[in-house]
Every structure is written in C-alpha cells, then in structure tokens.
C-alpha cells in the first residue's frame, strides 16, 4: 500500500505558476504509476497526468499540454506538478494518486490510492 498527502496548492492570478508536491509513504513507491487528478465543483474527477515508474514517459490531458509538468523522485518518494501559465478553468481540488501495473490509466477508478486534495484557485 502506499500513502498519500499533497500540497503547494493556493491562490494565483492566471498567467501564475505553482508547483504541487505529492509525498509518498511506502518502500514500493517506484513500483507504481503515478497519476494527477483535479476536481471542480460541480464537475467529475478529471485526469491531468501520469507519469510511469522510471519518470520516463509522461502523459498529460489536452488541456494542459505544454502548460504542466509531470515528474517524479523515486528516491525521495515524491510526485511533482509543475503548473505555469494557470487560466482560471485550472482552479479545481487537484488530487495525487498510484495504481499498480505497467501502463497509465485516465479513469479514477483505476487508481487505488488517493491523496486528500490540495486546492488552487487561479483568479482572473
């Protein structure tokens, strides 16, 4: 099993970057795909990114391409989002998740393993 906990969420104009952290707990994290999801009222659980175990393929919603970063330091057991030119349809509650396997999945229910969230909220 593996643990969880995001942060680096906040309040930022649109144009604005973060960086979003997500630490793992667990002597397997590099094991697992490491995935992005965000969240906006009134909206379904949306995936944002994945990244495999190596860090070494990357793949990212539409919406986001060329704007957020994936990647990962397996010996720190952490997952990053690096997030620049935020627009205000980014404000979401961004959630950090990990499943198992060789291959990224874009559905929720394919991750097992769930942060608590961390919010941003891109003003205009």
């Known amino acids: 099993q593996v643990q969880l906990v995001e942060s680096g969420g906040g309040l930022v104009q649109a144009g604005g970057s973060l960086r979003l952290s997500c630490a793992a707990s667990g002597r397997t994290f590099s094991r697992y795909i490491m995935g992005w999801f965000r969240q906006a009222p009134g909206k379904e659980r949306e995936f944002v990114a994945a990244?495999?175990?190596?860090?070494?393929?990357?793949y990212y919603v539409d919406s986001v391409k060329g704007r957020f970063t994936i990647s990962r330091d397996n010996a720190k057991n952490a997952v990053y989002l690096q997030m620049h030119s935020l627009k205000p349809e980014d404000t979401a509650l961004y959630y950090c998740a990990a499943r198992g396997g060789i291959y990224y999945k874009t559905a929720p229910e394919e991750y097992p393993y769930w942060g608590q969230g961390t919010q941003v909220t891109v003003s205009s």
């Open positions: 990244i495999t175990w190596s860090g070494g393929s990357s």
